[in-house]
C-alpha cells in the first residue's frame, strides 16, 4: 500500500528506454510461501541513448542477489530504492542475473504472480510483473522468453507459459519440470505461467497454411462440461481471422486457462490466455444468453490481440487503444459476422450504442473525462476504461466507415507490414490508414487528442419549387478537465432522406447520385450540404449505423419519430426514434413524479409501441431492443440535477402503464416466442428468448395473481439459466411473496456453482426492494468473500452502481456503505477498488441534499492515509473543483 504522494506521468515526457532486452530465461521454483525466481537476461544499450544507467521496476519482491556479467555486484555498485533497482556506469552489452523472491499467496491484489484456489497464475499488464522480477517493466521493451517452471508434482501436475512446450521431465523428490520457448519478442506485461491442478478439452485445428495447432481449454475439474462453446468460439476466431484480414496463428498450441480469481475478463498472453472463468464456463443449466455471448466476445478478443497487441504492441501505456480499441472494433465486426444476418448485425450494433450512452459518455462528461489517447495518468490501471476501449472502437470504426471495408483492410495489411515486432503509437495507425488509402487523415488525430463527446446538431431546408433539401450540420464539444477549448474533430455523418410512404429518397449531392444513404464528412464548425432532385419534403435520418460516437441534437417532432420508428430502413436510426420518443416522456414524467400522484402516458406511445411489439416482419431479437426503455442513468444524464427517486418512479410507472395496456399483446408475445426443444444459444433462438423474457417482465410491472404464475410456472419449470433467472428477477421485482422461496431453491439448487451465485446476489443487489439492510445481511451470507473480485462485483458493486434509487437513499446510508467498501478493498486489491470509486465520479449532479452526503463520503475516502495511487487518483479528481 502507498502512502508516498503520487506522481503524474505524462506522455510528452516519453523518452526511449536506455537500454534494450534481447532475451530472457526465467527459472521458477513455485512455492506458495517462497517462490523463489531466476532471471537472466542479455541488454544492450540503446544506439539513441546517451546514458550507461541500467534502471529495472521492482515491487513487493525481495532481492537476493544480483550479478552483472558473471560479477556479484557489491552494495555500493547499485542502488535499490522507490521500488527502482539503479545499475550506473554499465557497459554497452550486459547478462544480468537476478535472484528475487516472492510471496505469491499472500499477493490479494491478483496483479503478478498470486495463487487462487491452491494454484499458480499470473497477470503481468500493465505493471505486474515487476511484482515477480527486476525488468524495465515497460511495453516498449521486447524480448524473446525461455522460461524452466519447477513445483511439486502432486500439487502442480500441469506448467504452462507462453509459446512452445520443449522440455519435461523429473526432478526427484516428487517434483518436476517443464521448459517452455517463445519464438517471438513480447514486452514483459505479455508474460505469464500457471502451474496447477487442472485438466483441459483439446483439439488438434488445421489452419489456412495446412499446419495442425492443438488448442487447449484448461479449468479446475469439474468444469470440463463447461468448456465446448468456449472452444468452438475460439475455433471460428481463428478461421475469422484468417479470412477477414489474412491473419494466422503463429505458435504450435493455443491455451486458453480458467480461473475464478482475476482482476478483468482476460488476458491475451502470448499464446497462454488467462481467463476469469465467467468468459469460459457455459452450459444451458448455468449460463444465459448473454452468458454464451459474453464468452464469444472475449474468446475472440484476447485471441486476435495475437497480432493487433501481441505482434503490434503499443510504445507506451498513453497508446493502450491502439491495441484495445482496435480489438474491440474486430470483436464486434467478428460477433456481427457470427450473426450472419442485417438486423443481427444491426442488434449487435444497438448493444454497443447503449454501453456508449449508459457508460462512456457519462466518463467524458465526469472528472475521469480523458482522451483515447491520455495525456496523463497517475495510475495506469485507472485508464482501462470505456472511453479507451469502447469510444477506441468508435474511433476505429470511423476509419472503417470513411474508408470503406476495402479500404480499412489496405490500411491494416500495410500496418502489419510496417510494424510487425514492434511498439508504436496510434499516430502509426493513423498514417498506415491515411498512406494505404491516399488521405488525409491529420484532422482525424483529434478523436485520440481530444476528450468529451462531440454535440451534432443539424438544422434542414427544402425548397419545394428548386426540388433541393439542404442539411446544415453544426458541432461543438463541451470542455473537459484540462482542455476547455475544443477544435472541430472529422466527423463521418451517414444520413439518409425518407419520403411520406417511409420510402429511402435516392439521394444526389453535387450532381453524384449516392444511392439511399451516404456518408457526409463533418470536418469544420459549420457546413452545409444540398442535396438535389428531392421531389418532397422528406424526413431527415440522420447519423445511421451511428457513424460516429456523438450526441444528435435536433428537435424532432413527435410525428417526425413515429415515421422513423416505424418506416426507417436503417435499423438503427429506427431503434433511435423509438428511444427519442420514450426519453421526452420519461423526462416529462419525471419533472412530474416527486410532485403528483397523477402521472399519465400518452395514447400516441402506446400505439407505437403496440405495433412495435406485434410487427411480426420484424426480427424477435429487434422487437426487444426497440421495446426497452432507456435506464434509469441514462434519464439521468438529460437531466442539469438528478433525482434518483423521481427517475425510478418515472420509469416504473411507464413500464407498468405499458404492462397493463399492451397486456393482452405482451401475452401473446410471450406464448408465441417460447423455444421448444433443446436448448440452443443461437441468435434467432436468444432473440425468441428476449422478446419473451421482455414481455413477461412489463407484465409483471403491473403484477397480479396471473402474471406472477406466469413468472412462478416458469421459474420452476425452466430448462435453461436464461428463462430461469428472468423469470426470478420478474417475481423479485413485482415483490412477489413467492420470490423469496425461489430466491432460496435456487441458491440451494446452484450453492456449489460459483458464476450462478455470482448471479444470485447480483439479481438482488440491482433489485429497488433491496435496501442497505439487505446488502449487509448478505454480506454476512457463507457465500460472501470480499477477496473474490467476482462475488465482490456481484454486490458491493452491483448494488452502489446498477441501484440508483437504494443506493442514492435521503439519509446517505448507501454513501457510508460505498466509502467503508472502498477502503476495505483498497487494502486487499486496489483495482476492484478503484472501479468501485468510480461510483460517485458524477456526485455534484444530483440535488443538494445528496450532494452533501456524497461530498462527506469522498472526502471520509481520500482522508485515509493508507490509499493506493488507483484509488487516491479517482477520489482526488471527483472532489477537485
Known amino acids: 500500500m502507498r502512502t508516498d504522494t503520487p506522481q503524474t506521468i505524462y506522455r510528452s515526457d516519453y523518452t526511449p528506454p536506455t537500454y534494450l532486452v534481447d532475451t530472457v530465461e526465467l527459472g521458477f521454483d513455485l512455492d506458495p510461501a517462497r517462490t523463489v525466481v531466476a532471471n537472466r537476461m542479455t541488454l544492450r544499450r540503446n544506439g539513441g541513448s546517451a546514458r550507461n544507467e541500467i534502471t529495472l521496476h521492482g515491487e513487493d519482491i525481495e532481492l537476493v542477489a544480483l550479478r552483472l556479467n558473471g560479477r556479484v555486484l557489491g552494495a555500493g555498485e547499485y542502488a535499490l530504492r522507490d521500488n527502482l533497482l539503479r545499475i550506473p556506469d ?36 500493465a ?37 512452445n512446450l520443449v522440455e519435461e521431465g523429473e526432478l526427484g523428490d516428487g517434483r518436476h519440470y517443464a521448459k517452455w520457448e517463445d519464438p517471438f519478442r513480447k ?125 503490434v504492441t503499443c510504445r507506451d501505456w498513453f497508446q493502450l487503444s491502439l491495441k484495445e480499441g482496435l480489438t474491440v472494433f474486430r470483436d464486434q465486426e467478428f460477433t456481427a459476422d457470427m450473426i450472419g444476418t442485417a438486423t443481427g448485425r444491426a442488434v449487435t450494433r444497438i448493444d454497443q450504442v447503449r454501453t456508449l450512452r449508459q457508460a462512456q459518455f457519462p466518463e467524458d462528461a465526469g472528472p475521469m473525462a480523458h482522451p483515447v489517447r491520455p495525456d ?39 500496418y502489419f507490414e510496417r510494424h510487425d515486432g514492434q511498439a ?62 475544443k477544435r472541430p474533430f472529422h466527423i463521418p455523418v451517414a444520413i439518409g432522406l425518407l419520403d411520406r410512404e417511409g420510402n429511402d429518397m435516392p439521394l444526389v449531392l453535387d450532381g453524384k447520385e449516392l444511392g439511399s444513404t451516404t456518408v457526409l464528412e463533418l470536418t469544420q464548425a459549420e457546413q452545409t450540404f444540398v442535396f438535389s432532385n428531392v421531389k418532397e419534403q422528406p424526413v431527415p435520418s440522420v447519423l445511421r449505423d451511428f457513424s460516429a460516437p456523438v450526441i444528435l441534437q435536433h428537435g424532432y ?84 440535477v438528478v433525482d434518483p427517486l423521481a427517475v425510478h418512479m418515472a420509469r416504473q410507472f411507464m413500464r407498468a402503464n405499458i404492462g397493463a395496456r399492451l397486456r393482452a399483446e405482451l401475452l401473446a408475445q410471450y406464448d408465441a416466442n417460447q423455444t421448444p426443444g433443446p436448448y440452443s444459444p443461437d441468435a434467432a433462438s436468444a432473440g425468441r428468448r428476449a422478446l419473451k423474457n421482455l414481455a413477461l417482465s412489463y407484465l409483471n410491472a403491473a403484477p397480479d395473481e396471473e402474471t406472477v404464475a406466469l413468472a412462478l410456472r416458469q421459474c420452476q419449470d425452466a430448462d435453461n439459466m436464461t428463462d430461469r433467472a428472468a423469470a426470478l428477477n420478474a417475481l423479485i421485482h413485482a415483490r412477489a411473496p413467492q420470490a423469496e422461496a425461489e430466491l432460496a431453491r435456487f441458491y440451494e439448487e446452484f450453492q456449489h456453482e ?63 456503505f460505498w466509502a467503508e467498501h472502498v477502503v476495505l478493498l483498497d487494502a486487499l486489491n486496489p483495482q476492484v477498488a478503484a472501479r468501485l470509486a468510480r461510483a460517485m465520479d458524477r456526485w455534484r449532479r444530483y440535488t443538494p441534499a445528496l450532494q452533501q452526503h456524497m461530498k462527506t463520503a469522498l472526502q471520509q475516502v481520500a482522508g485515509q492515509q493508507r490509499l493506493s495511487n488507483d484509488v487516491r487518483e479517482i477520489v482526488t479528481k471527483a472532489l477537485a473543483n
Open 90 to 125: 554499465a557497459p554497452d552489452e550486459a547478462t544480468l542475473e537476478i535472484e528475487t523472491v516472492c510471496v505469491p499467496e499472500q499477493n490479494t491484489t491478483l496483479s503478478g504472480l498470486y495463487t487462487s484456489n491452491g494454484n499458480f497464475f499470473t497477470q503481468c499488464e
Open 376 to 414: 496523463s495518468f497517475v495510475e495506469i490501471n485507472n485508464f482501462y476504461t470505456v472511453t479507451v476501449y469502447e469510444k477506441g472502437a468508435e474511433v476505429v470504426r470511423m476509419y472503417q466507415t470513411l474508408l470503406g471495408r476495402e479500404g480499412f483492410r489496405k490500411g491494416m495489411d500495410l
Open 557 to 640: 417532432g413527435d410525428s417526425e419519430l413515429l415515421h422513423l420508428f416505424r418506416f426507417d430502413t436503417d435499423p438503427v436510426n429506427r431503434w433511435e426514434a423509438g428511444q427519442r420518443l420514450a426519453m421526452g416522456r420519461l423526462l416529462k414524467l419525471t419533472g412530474e413524479a416527486p410532485v403528483s400522484s397523477r402521472l399519465s402516458l400518452d395514447d400516441t406511445f402506446i400505439e407505437a409501441m403496440r405495433k412495435m411489439l406485434t410487427d411480426e416482419a420484424l426480427d424477435p431479437a429487434f422487437r426487444e431492443q426497440a421495446l426497452l426503455l432507456p435506464t434509469e442513468t441514462m434519464v439521468a444524464e438529460q437531466l442539469e
Open 754 to 816: 460459483a458464476l450462478v451465485v455470482d448471479k444470485w446476489f447480483a439479481m438482488q443487489a440491482s433489485a429497488p426492494t433491496t435496501d442497505i439492510a439487505r446488502v449487509r445481511e448478505l454480506m454476512r451470507h457463507p457465500a460472501f468473500n470480499l477477496r473474490n473480485p467476482n462475488r465482490a462485483r456481484s454486490l458491493v458493486a452491483t448494488y452502489c452502481m446498477n441501484n440508483p434509487v437504494e443506493f442514492h437513499a435521503p439519509n446517505g446510508s448507501g454513501y457510508l
Open 424 to 485: 508504436v503509437t496510434c499516430d502509426d495507425f493513423r498514417r498506415a490508414m491515411a498512406d494505404a488509402n491516399g488521405r488525409d487523415l491529420a484532422q482525424f488525430e483529434r478523436w485520440y487528442d481530444q476528450a468529451g463527446t462531440p454535440v451534432l446538431r443539424f438544422e434542414t431546408r427544402y425548397d419545394e419549387g428548386a426540388q433541393t433539401y439542404g442539411i446544415t450540420l453544426y458541432q461543438s464539444c463541451p470542455p473537459t478537465p484540462g482542455q476547455p477549448d
Open 127 to 163: 505493471e505486474g510483473f515487476r511484482r515477480i522480477t527486476y525488468f524495465p517493466d515497460r511495453p516498449d521493451v521486447m524480448a524473446v522468453y525461455t522460461v524452466m517452471l519447477r513445483a511439486d508434482k502432486e500439487r502442480y501436475p500441469v506448467l504452462l507459459s507462453n509459446g
Open 187 to 311: 514486452p514483459s506485461y505479455l508474460f505469464a505461467l500457471v502451474a496447477a491442478r487442472l485438466v483441459c478439452q483439446e483439439e488438434t485445428f488445421r489452419l489456412a497454411d495446412g499446419r495442425d495447432a492443438l488448442l487447449q481449454v484448461w479449468v479446475e475439474e469439474g468444469n470440463l462440461d463447461k468448456t465446448d462453446y468456449a472452444m468452438q468460439s475460439l475455433k471460428h476466431s481463428i478461421r475469422w481471422d484468417e479470412e477477414r484480414y489474412g491473419l494466422e496463428l503463429d505458435l504450435d498450441r493455443f491455451m486458453i486457462v480458467a480461473t475464478g480469481d482475476f482482476n478483468m475478463g482476460a488476458m491475451e498472453n502470448k499464446g497462454l490466455n488467462i481467463f476469469n472463468t465467467k468468459y469460459v464456463l457455459a452450459n444451458p443449466r448455468v449460463a444465459t444468453d448473454i452468458d454464451f455471448q459474453g464468452i464469444e466476445a472475449v474468446v475472440a478478443h484476447e485471441y486476435f490481440h495475437n497480432w493487433t497487441g501481441n505482434r
